[in-house]
C-alpha cells in the first residue's frame, strides 16, 4: 500500500512539496485505506471480444513483469493465435510450419562444455516480455522454426538426433507447440506461393 501511495504523490508532483505537506498526504493515503479496509492494489488489463466459437478462451494471470506500452499491437495478435489455435487440433499443428518470432532470444545456464544445458529460457523482448522454460527438444525446435519445414517433419529430425521413438516425440510436443504459439514465441508461416 506503502508504494502505491508514493507512486501516486511521485505522479501528482507532491514529492516537491515541502517535507510537512507531503507527509501529511502520504498519511492521508495510509488513512483513506485503513478507513476503506483496503489490503491490495493492482492493477490490469480486462480485454474481451467477441467470437462466434463455442469454445471459448479465457485468459487469466498475474503479471507482475515490465510491458511494452502500447499493447495494443499485442492483444490484437494474441486473439489472432488464440483463433489459430482454436482451428487446428494436434495433427494439423504437426503439419503446419512455423516461424519463431523476431524478439525471441535463447538464455541457458550450464556447466560450461556440458551435453545439456541445466536451464533453457525463450525470452521476448517486446510486447508483454514472456519468458518460457523450455526442455532441449523445446528449444531445438524454436530454434530450427524457420517456416521452411512442417512442426513433424523438425520433430523427426530431432527424434533422431536425440535417439527418441518419432512417434513418442510427436505424440508428446503438440501441447508445448500450442504454448508456444499461445505466447506468440512461435508465429504460423504464411504460406507460400
Known sequence: MTQYAELWLRDSGDHRAAPEEYA?????????????????????????RKTDSDRPSILVEEWPHPVEQPL????RDHFVRQD??????DAALLAD???????VVQEQVGLPGAEDP????????RGMRRATKVDTVGAG??????????????????????GEDPVLLR??????????VSEGFLEPAVPRG
Open 141 to 162: 525446435f524454436a530454434g530450427v522454426c524457420d517456416g521452411t519445414l512442417s512442426a513433424g517433419r523438425i520433430l523427426d529430425a530431432i527424434a533422431q538426433l536425440v
Open 72 to 75: 495494443g499491437d499485442a492483444v
Open 171 to 180: 505424440d508428446r510436443t503438440p501441447e508445448a507447440i500450442r504454448l508456444l
Open 24 to 48: 501529511a498526504r502520504y498519511d492521508a493515503w495510509l488513512d483513506e485505506f485503513e478507513a476503506r479496509g483496503t489490503k491490495a492494489v493492482g492493477f490490469g488489463w480486462i480485454v474481451l
Open 84 to 89: 489459430y489455435l482454436r482451428t487446428h487440433d
Open 118 to 125: 541445466e536451464h533453457v529460457v525463450l525470452r521476448q523482448s
Open 97 to 103: 510450419h512455423f516461424v519463431l518470432a523476431d524478439d
